[in-house]
């Protein structure tokens, strides 16, 4: 049996796309606008030996499984067709017709490509899970790429993380200073605050703070890289005298009495079962009426595993766990939070994704050089997967704003909100 007959046979569904393989079979139009090409015999074993999304991921990280119309920095189109195109598991009796057709070898599994993290019981040698130890590798994988690639893929704000679009064709840039003014305004930051900011990335909401609302800001990241980067450019714009970035994990995050903190994109990398201790430290570190303001990735809702994808897990975010909004601030409100604002930006992801894709291509023969190619693929097929997810409900971006009320109950809000746009 060939290749094609063998997917052929599995389909549930017509073929959205065409289909091509190394032993020269092929199905589909061929005008379909997105060919999918399966080049070697090693992209069939990563198929056979981790079936789902991790042997998908592997033999297009490789460079083994190749999509055809679609750029690798921004496959969407490509993923959005394929999203549609259904498969079915072989009943005992394919099964029988199957193996000999695939070949007992190619049921060996082949080294996966060098970019890919260790299954999660083999990360026991970097430590527990959520461990400083093993928290470190993990933020490393992902956020010491390179931040040259990072300059090229988000811009000029170098904000890795939902922007905040004040209308549908803003750009980039303008979306970035609109999340990060929101963000303060949400916090009610006046001239004179002491800000805390965790997970501070390249320092984008640190400095927009300290420059546009006169406070002073602590910034803690755990990625070697953005403290570099983010303290360089603190220097740069003369902002030394306001802004403080470490290199630290967050748990270790100095002063109390803050008046308030963000949290953006950090809830992510911490752990479900790490929530009461999060929350209990960031109340911890604030005054009373002090606020806080997360700002991070959800599911839909509050009954799905918290583990992600194997694809997400072994080469994105090592570790990186979700839940829905409702656990979340359940579990502010039991560390002793009194929250008084949740909103869902999940469209705006899809289109801060869509932009991040489109400067992935544009600029994609630097960034490989940077990189090179297969890393450059992780993040087209991430990114452009991700935006898929946000635009269909699959993962939602959720801003959830708290207070820590004084002994006798005072929040310090007005009656109605006062950080509308």
């Avoid at 988000?154 to 209308?167: D, E, N, Q, R, W």
């Avoid at 980067?229 to 714009?237: C, L, P």
């Avoid at 409900?393 to 109950?409: D, E, P, T, Y």
Wanted: glycine share 10%; hydrophobic share 40%.
């Amino acid at each position: 049996m060939k290749l094609a007959d063998l997917v052929l046979m599995l389909a549930v569904d017509e073929p959205p796309v065409r289909f091509t393989a190394y032993d020269g079979s092929s199905f589909g139009p061929s005008d379909a606008p997105i060919t999918l090409e399966l080049s070697n015999e090693r992209g069939l074993r990563y198929l056979a030996t981790a079936p789902g999304d991790l042997g998908l991921a592997r033999a297009y990280v490789a460079g083994d499984l190749r999509l055809h119309g679609a750029h690798p920095g921004d496959p969407y189109e490509a993923l959005k067709l394929l999203g549609s195109w259904r498969f079915r598991r072989p009943s005992a009796k394919e099964l029988a017709t199957v193996l000999p057709a695939v070949g007992w070898r190619n049921l060996l599994p082949p080294a996966p490509p060098p970019q890919e993290s260790l299954p999660r019981w083999r990360r026991t040698l970097e430590g527990l899970r959520h461990s400083r130890t093993r928290d470190a590798h993990a933020i490393g994988k992902h956020y010491d790429v390179s931040n040259a690639f990072y300059e090229k893929v988000l811009g000029p704000s170098m904000a890795y993380t939902c922007a905040v679009f004040p209308k549908a064709d803003a750009s980039l840039e303008e979306a970035q200073e609109e999340k990060f003014d929101l963000v303060s305004r949400k916090l009610g930051l006046e001239a004179g605050m002491r800000l805390l900011d965790v997970g501070c990335g390249w320092g984008g909401m640190a400095m927009h703070a300290a420059k546009h609302y006169g406070v002073s800001v602590v910034g803690v990241t755990l990625s070697q890289q953005q403290a570099s980067w983010a303290a360089a450019e603190v220097e740069r714009q003369g902002l030394s005298d306001r802004v403080r970035i470490l290199h630290s994990d967050y748990r270790d995050a100095p002063g109390t009495e803050y008046d308030a903190i963000s949290s953006i994109g950090l809830l992510e990398h911490v752990g479900v079962h790490n929530y009461p201790a999060y929350f209990a430290f960031l109340l911890g570190k604030l005054r009373d009426r002090g606020r806080l303001l997360n700002h991070c990735i959800t599911r839909p809702d509050n009954k799905q595993e918290a583990l992600p994808g194997h694809f997400i897990d072994r080469y994105v975010f090592p570790d990186g766990e979700l839940t829905g909004a409702g656990r979340i601030i359940s579990e502010a409100q039991d560390a002793g939070f009194e929250v008084r604002h949740e909103e869902n930006l999940r469209e705006h992801y899809a289109l801060t994704l869509a932009k991040w894709c489109a400067n992935l291509q544009r600029n994609w023969d630097a960034c490989v050089a940077d990189v090179g190619e297969a890393t450059a693929r992780v993040w087209g097929l991430y990114m452009a997967g991700s935006r898929l997810g946000f635009e269909q409900n699959g993962i939602q971006l959720h801003q959830v704003l708290a207070v820590k009320v004084s002994g006798a109950g005072e929040s310090g809000f007005p009656l109605r909100p006062t950080w509308a746009s």
